[in-house]
Structure formats: C-alpha cells, structure tokens
C-alpha cells in the first residue's frame, strides 16, 4: 500500500525538467522587468525634455486663456469666443480651408502616388525626387512665388489671355482660391509620402491572385488595393488637415486680409489687447478642436483595421 501511494505521488509530483522551465521563466520575467526599469531611466532625460518643451509652454498657454482684461482669474475669453459671431466666422473658415485643402489633395496625390508604386524603380526615384524639390525650397520664397503667378497681370492670367481662353483676368489671388492653391503646393508632399509609403508595402500577389480568379483590373482595385491603402491615405489625409488648421503666412499673402484664419486671428490678439489672454484661449480652442478630430480619426482607423 505504501509503495503504491509513494508511486502515485511521484506521478504527479513535477519532474526536474518541468521545475526548471518554470525557474527559467521566472528568471526571463525577472529580466525583462529589469530591462524595463532600465530604458525608463535612459529614456528619463528625453522626457524630461519633452515636457520642458512640450507639456510646460502648453500648460503656461492654457493658464493665459483665463487671465482677464483685469489680469484676474476669468472666463471671459472662451465666453468671447462662443458668443462673438466674428470668432465663429474664423473657425468656420479655417476649418473649412482645412477641408477643401484636404481633399484637393487626396485627389491629387493618390493618384501620383500609385503611378509612383506601379513604375520601376528608377522612375519612381526620379518622380519621388520631384515630388520632394518644394522642401528644398522656403515657405515664404514658394508662397511669395504664387502671388506672382496668380496676380491680375500674372504668368496664368497672361497664358489665358493669350490663348484665348478668357476675356479679362481672373481673381485668382487676394480670395479663397489663391489660399487654397498655395497650400494644396505646399502639403500636397506631406500626403504623398505616408500612401505611397503604404501603398508599397501592398503585396503585388494580392493583384495578380483577383486577376487569376476571373476580376477585372478596376474591380481588383477598388476591392484589394484600395482598401489595403485606406491606413496611409487616412494617415496623409490626417497630417495634411493638422498642418492646414495652423497655416499663417501663405493665408496672410494669397488671403490679402480677406481670408482670416486662427493662426492670423491669433496674432491680431496678441498686437490689439495687452494681455495673451484672448490668444491663448484661441490657442487652447484649436488645440482640444485639433486633439478632437485625431481621437475620431484613430477610432476610424482602429474600426477599419479590425473589419480589414
């Protein structure tokens, strides 16, 4: 009886190899904890840097907005922006520039970014390089550069005349038009880059296993291709609508004062009024608009990603 008893402890009694794997995992969990504590104390200078520049400058905005014309604590800067109608304008319009540049610019740049993904490499190289010349350039040189195209006597105007193609020249500068011409220019790269980036990562496979299986090219790329190249041009759409809701010197010259958005709007505040009240709580406004619209964004790409 006791023999048996003893054999059937030693039957489930863990043998050597199986302590020793769970001593193994012990130690390997033991290390990676301590690994963990270790990059956060490399990564603490980096950090540290980050809030100096980042969270600090924000929260010291954030402390202005309630600062009032009496330099007391007040709410009378958000309640400005709520109830002036001129303050709502601006934000219509900035946001709505934001948009049209948007989308302007997904319609142009998905396009050559696929042309860039379908031609050979060395082509593709030498097209890519075009695409990113304007960075080569400064801001203002290519803003400035615009206005004299689109002027009333400018290089576009006189091409039309000359051609015949209109009778007097166009308003394309001083307007909405002008503004959204020059910006489309100048983000249309930021768009281009994150899809093509996205669309070379598609496996070509993909294409040629719909062709095998009886679909056409158009029914292969609205149904594979297109959507495997929804995250990049989600993510280039994203960064194309954040950078237009902070443009100030290409509305300032193509706008000519009638096109205002925040960023103009902002340092209007800052040369009228004594404080930066008024300023920073425009500034605070479009950052939790800004922040906003990334939330929704990222929840999009996350429903996306999980039917996908």
Known sequence: MSSAASALSGHFRP???EARLL????????????????????SLPALAIVVVLMVAPIAWLFSLSFIGADGGFS???YTRIVTDGAYLSIFATTFQVAVIVTALCVLLGYPVAYVLTILPDRWARILMLAVLVPFWTSLLVRTYAWLV???RRGIVNDTLEMLGLIDRPLALVHNMTGVTIGMVHIV???LIMPLYASMKAIDGNLMRAAANLGSSPSHAFFRVFLPLSVPGLIAGAIMVFVMCLGFYITPALLGGGKVQMIAQRIEQSVALFPTWGPASALA??????????????WLIVRRLSANH
């Open 188 to 190: 249309l790269p930021f």
């Open 75 to 77: 709410f009378e800067n």
């Open 23 to 42: 001593e193994n995992a012990r130690a390997l969990e033991k290390d990676r904890r301590r690994e963990n504590v270790q990059l956060l104390r490399l």
């Open 149 to 151: 195209l689109l002027q």
């Open 15 to 17: 043998d050597a190899s």
């Open 284 to 297: 605070v406004v479009l950052l939790v608009l800004t922040g906003g619209f990334l939330i929704l964004s």
